[in-house]
């Protein structure tokens, strides 16, 4: 690596660092753009005690999934779990805490994490339970109730293609999470289905830009489909 | 008769409006979008990022990256955009979306609505729900007037965990649609063949009743 090239030759390199107890915060909408490699080299590690930020967790073998089989993880902060049985299992037996979170109020607490704003009000919750205990206030006449941002020690993220520098480009919905987990990590690490030459990439179609990433790698990838629907055609 | 689930969903499209961006719920809500009006331009919001999600795909057409809210394989409509979680609540919570449908476990005469956990069951979580009902002005709740054991929805004050407090202003059931202000339900419109009596009868939380209520008509 040299300069702004952030590309890395090898997972182990890639995941380097990843130390049992840290928060890891991982891009992706159900299994659809998630960095599965990425995902792969954590169980391959057998970091534990990890904290797990994510939409999600995952199905049975595949995605985050694959890091409850050797209970790698301590605790999802997520708004929708429990498409997996071990999940459900290691919930009800008290082997896995879950920090249940709006779905918007995730995403604007990486967002904001990544753009240095530690905290937030939204009205999103005020009067649930997810409110209790936290701070109230009112504005024009609304109650919203202060949510704190969350920074990963890591974060993981899956994009389409990035040129060397680590301007990336998410593909359809696979983009989800992604652009803001890739801020919130103090280690952003992306994985990419093709790496260009910088210059490659027209610089107004950048989603992602480069000074959010640090290590960069290419990857190929299964992704499989939660539920296929389709129609007669 | 009580409403059909087609019904309901034909029942809650009439609210719907040219140039609409509408997000609609799993379930019952999801079948809103088979009867968008002839000639009326509707857009559908899928809070994973896309506005503007078209049918199902065909077999050949299926893209593991391309997914709506509930996971399914879609498609984009034509003048469709994708965006990121963040800029798709940003639309949710900042009041960008015009009419909003989902479903619910519970109703109250305040507005108040459970709908995403039972205790004693399994949690599952809230996914994109509270963001919308805290987000939206215009909430149509779809739901069936009472539980199967015959237990009202519509209740003076939720039993169960709450979505949002205060956001709900109408709830379209399989035997009426009903408004919810000045803290009491307010009885609109009763289907096809359904008696005021069985509604109120139904109706757990304060109803006011109008000497005229319309029926719907199919």
């Given at each position: 690596?040299?300069?702004?090239?952030?590309?890395?030759?090898?997972?182990?390199?890639?995941?380097?660092?990843?130390?049992?107890?840290?928060?890891?915060?991982?891009?992706?909408?159900?299994?659809?753009?998630?960095?599965?490699?990425?995902?792969?080299?954590?169980?391959?590690?057998?970091?534990?005690?990890?904290?797990?930020?994510?939409?999600?967790?995952?199905?049975?073998?595949?995605?985050?999934?694959?890091?409850?089989?050797?209970?790698?993880?301590?605790?999802?902060v997520?708004?929708?779990?429990?498409?997996?049985?071990?999940?459900?299992?290691?919930?009800?037996?008290?082997?896995?805490?879950?920090?249940?979170?709006?779905?918007?109020?995730?995403?604007?607490?990486?967002?904001?994490?990544?753009?240095?704003i530690?905290?937030?009000?939204?009205?999103?919750?005020?009067?649930?339970?997810?409110?209790?205990?936290?701070?109230?206030?009112?504005?024009?006449?609304?109650?919203?109730?202060?949510?704190?941002?969350?920074?990963?020690?890591?974060?993981?993220?899956?994009?389409?293609?990035?040129?060397?520098?680590?301007?990336?480009?998410?593909?359809?919905?696979?983009?989800?999470?992604?652009?803001?987990?890739?801020?919130a990590?103090?280690?952003?690490?992306?994985?990419?289905?093709?790496?260009?030459?910088?210059?490659?990439?027209d610089?107004?179609?950048?989603?992602?830009?480069?000074?959010?990433?640090?290590?960069?790698?290419?990857?190929?990838?299964?992704k499989?489909?939660?539920?296929?629907?389709?129609?007669?055609? | 008769?009580?409403?059909?689930?087609?019904?309901?969903?034909?029942?809650?499209?009439?609210?719907?409006?040219?140039?609409?961006?509408?997000?609609l719920?799993?379930?019952?809500?999801?079948?809103?979008?088979?009867?968008?009006?002839?000639?009326?331009?509707?857009?559908?919001?899928?809070?994973?990022?896309?506005?503007?999600?078209?049918?199902?795909p065909?077999?050949?057409q299926?893209?593991?990256?391309?997914?709506?809210?509930?996971?399914?394989?879609?498609?984009?409509?034509?003048?469709?955009?994708?965006?990121?979680?963040?800029?798709?609540?940003a639309?949710?919570?900042?009041?960008h979306?015009d009419?909003?449908?989902?479903?619910?476990?519970?109703?109250?005469?305040?507005?108040?609505?459970a709908?995403?956990?039972?205790?004693?069951?399994?949690?599952?979580?809230?996914?994109?729900?509270?963001?919308?009902?805290?987000?939206?002005?215009?909430?149509?709740?779809?739901?069936?007037?009472?539980?199967k054991?015959?237990?009202?929805?519509?209740?003076?004050?939720?039993?169960?965990?709450?979505?949002?407090?205060?956001?709900?202003?109408?709830?379209?059931?399989?035997?009426?649609?009903?408004?919810?202000?000045?803290?009491?339900?307010?009885?609109?419109?009763?289907?096809?063949?359904?008696s005021?009596?069985?509604?109120?009868?139904?109706?757990?939380?304060?109803?006011?009743?109008?000497?005229?209520?319309?029926?719907?008509?199919?």
């Amino acid at each position: 690596m040299a300069g702004f090239d952030k590309v890395v030759s090898t997972y182990e390199e890639a995941m380097a660092g990843l130390e049992d107890g840290m928060t890891v915060i991982a891009g992706g909408f159900g299994i659809c753009g998630i960095p599965e490699n990425l995902i792969k080299q954590i169980k391959k590690m057998g970091t534990k005690e990890l904290t797990i930020v994510s939409n999600n967790c995952g199905i049975d073998g595949f995605g985050l999934g694959i890091l409850l089989e050797d209970r790698q993880i301590k605790k999802m902060v997520s708004s929708y779990v429990g498409e997996n049985k071990l999940f459900e299992e290691q919930l009800l037996s008290g082997q896995l805490e879950v920090e249940l979170t709006p779905q918007g109020t995730l995403a604007e607490k990486m967002r904001a994490a990544g753009a240095g704003i530690p905290a937030f009000y939204t009205a999103t919750g005020y009067g649930t339970d997810i409110g209790k205990g936290k701070d109230v206030r009112e504005f024009n006449g609304r109650k919203y109730i202060l949510e704190e941002s969350i920074q990963g020690d890591f974060s993981i993220v899956k994009a389409w293609k990035a040129d060397r520098y680590g301007n990336a480009i998410y593909r359809n919905t696979a983009m989800n999470f992604n652009p803001m987990a890739a801020t919130a990590g103090k280690i952003c690490v992306m994985e990419v289905e093709e790496i260009v030459e910088p210059g490659e990439l027209d610089p107004m179609y950048v989603h992602t830009p480069g000074i959010y990433v640090d290590r960069l790698i290419q990857g190929t990838f299964e992704k499989r489909i939660e539920i296929r629907t389709v129609r007669q055609g | 008769m009580a409403l059909s689930r087609d019904q309901m969903a034909i029942r809650v499209a009439r609210e719907l409006q040219d140039g609409f961006y509408v997000n609609l719920g799993i379930g019952i809500p999801t079948l809103v979008a088979n009867h968008v009006p002839e000639g009326m331009e509707v857009m559908l919001q899928s809070e994973n990022g896309l506005l503007g999600m078209g049918p199902f795909p065909t077999e050949d057409q299926v893209d593991p990256d391309l997914i709506n809210a509930g996971k399914q394989t879609v498609t984009t409509a034509t003048g469709a955009s994708i965006f990121s979680s963040a800029e798709s609540f940003a639309m949710i919570r900042g009041g960008h979306v015009d009419l909003t449908v989902l479903g619910a476990f519970e109703v109250d005469v305040r507005g108040s609505i459970a709908s995403w956990m039972i205790p004693g069951k399994l949690i599952k979580g809230m996914g994109g729900a509270m963001d919308l009902v805290a987000g939206a002005d215009n909430i149509i709740v779809l739901m069936t007037h009472a539980d199967k054991y015959g237990n009202s929805k519509l209740l003076p004050e939720c039993t169960l965990p709450l979505t949002g407090a205060g956001c709900i202003k109408h709830v379209l059931t399989d035997l009426a649609y009903v408004e919810i202000h000045d803290g009491k339900f307010h009885l609109v419109e009763r289907a096809p063949g359904v008696s005021v009596e069985e509604i109120v009868s139904k109706t757990a939380g304060e109803m006011v009743v109008p000497d005229h209520v319309p029926e719907m008509q199919f």
